[in-house]
T-cell receptor, first 115, second 111 residues
Framework: EPEVTQTPSHQVTQMGQEVILRCVPISNHLYFYWYRQILGQKVEFLVSFYNNEISEKSEIFDDQFSVERPDGSNFTLKIRSTKLEDSAMYFC?????????????FGPGTRLTVL | DAKTTQPNSMESNEEEPVHLPCNHSTISGTDYIHWYRQLPSQGPEYVIHGLTSNVNNRMASLAIAEDRKSSTLILHRATLRDAAVYYCILRDNNYGQNFVFGPGTRLSVLP
């Protein structure tokens, strides 16, 4: 069964450093998402991406964040200058087509630790 | 924010049915009701979704009230692997197609 994959599983970085989190969505999916979950808290939407541009973004997704689909398979989330409060699990998700009735497939997540 | 209300936690015995309730009194006519779950240390996982009619799949059943102001996720025979946080999610108009997760219901399954 096809699945969303994410690398690395755990990333440790120093405050102020740039990090890139990588995702490979399911191959025939067209819509891509990033969510984050701070330890012990709820899952929060960050951004959605379709047709090589951002469709929606939340207040969390400020100028420090960017997303890119550099080739036909990868979908990346970049944090330019990490802060301690960026420490969280980051989940990538994808869906085949638009429409609220369609399920999103989530990856296993990347745990980001900012020291 | 999510427009659903769920109990914080529930407990079930293994191999017994589990009914997880969700209230969504402000649901609009075109809102789908989605259920996801999150097993420990994993990403959210799709369980089931519906609009008006009750739905069944291999994982669960979804019973939707006639006025659509509430729904119930039914696990017919709980297993230890079903211990997870279960999220009932509606569309959030602020974010278009994107999910807004609430705190969910933490289901514990006792052997």
């Amino acid at each position: 069964e096809p699945e969303v994959t994410q690398t690395p599983s755990h990333q440790v970085t120093q405050m102020g450093q740039e990090v890139i989190l990588r995702c490979v969505p399911i191959s025939n999916h067209l819509y891509f998402y990033w969510y984050r979950q701070i330890l012990g808290q709820k899952v929060e939407f960050l951004v959605s991406f379709y047709n090589n541009e951002i469709s929606e973004k939340s207040e969390i997704f400020d100028d420090q964040f960017s997303v890119e689909r550099p080739d036909g398979s990868n979908f990346t989330l970049k944090i330019r200058s990490t802060k301690l409060e960026d420490s969280a699990m980051y989940f990538c998700a994808s869906t085949k087509r638009e429409g609220w009735g369609n399920e999103q497939f989530f990856g296993p997540g990347t745990r980001l630790t900012v020291l | 924010d999510a427009k659903t209300t769920q109990p914080n936690s529930m407990e079930s015995n293994e191999e017994e049915p589990v009914h997880l309730p969700c209230n969504h009194s402000t649901i609009s006519g075109t809102d789908y009701i989605h259920w996801y779950r999150q097993l420990p240390s994993q990403g959210p996982e799709y369980v089931i979704h519906g609009l008006t009619s009750n739905v069944n799949n291999r994982m669960a059943s979804l019973a939707i009230a006639e006025d659509r102001k509430s729904s119930t996720l039914i696990l017919h025979r709980a297993t230890l692997r079903d211990a997870a946080v279960y999220y009932c999610i509606l569309r959030d108009n602020n974010y278009g197609q994107n999910f807004v997760f609430g705190p969910g219901t933490r289901l514990s399954v006792l052997p």
